[in-house]
């Protein structure tokens, strides 16, 4: 660029909407525009004159590093950067060209922290409305679910009772009493089974990790705790 014409540039680039700096390849700041000054309330270039040591737990240079030698001509990333007021969302345009020789590195950020505050907040609200369809999900088939408690939890009291009565009487066979144990072990399971399911359903699942599994056993998972209210509207499920 002829000294005239790099003039022009550094006008057109005051006059960005964004933040805009030119860094070599050492990433030593070359050139800031008004506005990345005005955030820093200094000349950016002057004063701070490396890029990332305003702070030193700032990764943004091993980014803007990686691009440099990614040979990229242009990127862009979402990154949220450090400021003397806090940290703010920034969307940058990385570009990378040659000046009198030399490798250079374009940056322009755009702050869009207004958007990803209301991003969060979406999402937040997404959360919490998931959250109170499946609670109230789970008042509409409390019923249900009470039912399938109480059927194996008969089983259990209805077993015991036989072997009290029995024992009463006199000695009871081994088999006898292992067949009756078996039977309440199997009612008790059933009912950890969909306490466990109703735990899983009720809970904020938000922040854990996705895996990989079988759709089959969702399915079962959560008709452990759904046949009764498949059973109250005529539904056969095979």
């Known amino acids: 660029l002829t000294e005239q014409n790099r003039q022009v540039v550094e006008g057109v680039l005051h006059s960005v909407p964004g933040m805009v700096s030119c860094v070599d390849h050492q990433?030593?700041?070359v050139w800031t525009n008004k506005k990345l000054d005005d955030r820093f309330g200094v000349k950016v270039s002057n004063k701070?004159?490396?890029?990332?040591?305003?702070?030193?737990?700032?990764?943004f240079p091993e980014l803007v590093k990686k691009f440099i030698q990614s040979g990229k001509e242009m990127d862009?990333?979402?990154?949220?950067?450090?400021?003397?007021?806090?940290?703010?969302?920034?969307m940058v345009f990385l570009s990378n060209y040659q000046e009198y020789g030399e490798g250079r590195v374009l940056i322009v950020a755009y702050d869009i922290q207004s958007t990803k505050l209301a991003e969060a907040e979406l999402e937040k609200q997404r959360s919490i409305s998931m959250e109170s369809a499946?609670?109230?999900?789970?008042?509409?088939?409390?019923?249900?679910?009470a039912h399938e408690i109480n059927n194996p939890l008969a089983v259990m009291?209805?077993?015991a009772d036989m072997m009290i009565g029995?024992?009463?009487?006199?000695?009871?066979?081994?088999?006898?009493?292992?067949?009756?144990?078996?039977?309440?072990?199997?009612?008790?399971?059933r009912i950890a089974?969909?306490?466990?399911?109703?735990?899983?359903?009720?809970?904020?699942?938000?922040?854990?990790?996705l895996q990989t599994v079988r759709v089959e056993n969702m399915i079962h998972d959560?008709?452990?705790?759904?046949?009764?209210?498949?059973?109250?509207?005529?539904?056969?499920?095979?």
């Open 193 to 209: 089974k969909i306490v466990k399911g109703l735990k899983t359903f009720s809970r904020n699942g938000d922040k854990d990790e």
């Open 76 to 90: 862009h990333i979402e990154y949220e950067m450090m400021f003397p007021d806090g940290p703010c969302w920034m």
């Open 222 to 238: 959560v008709f452990d705790f759904t046949r009764e209210r498949f059973k109250h509207n005529s539904i056969d499920l095979r």
């Open 27 to 29: 990433l030593n700041y």
């Open 48 to 59: 701070i004159k490396t890029l990332g040591a305003y702070s030193m737990n700032d990764q």
């Open 134 to 145: 499946k609670l109230a999900t789970l008042g509409e088939m409390s019923a249900g679910i």
């Open 166 to 189: 029995e024992l009463k009487k006199g000695p009871v066979s081994t088999e006898l009493l292992i067949s009756n144990l078996e039977k309440i072990v199997k009612s008790s399971e």
């Open 157 to 159: 009291m209805g077993r």
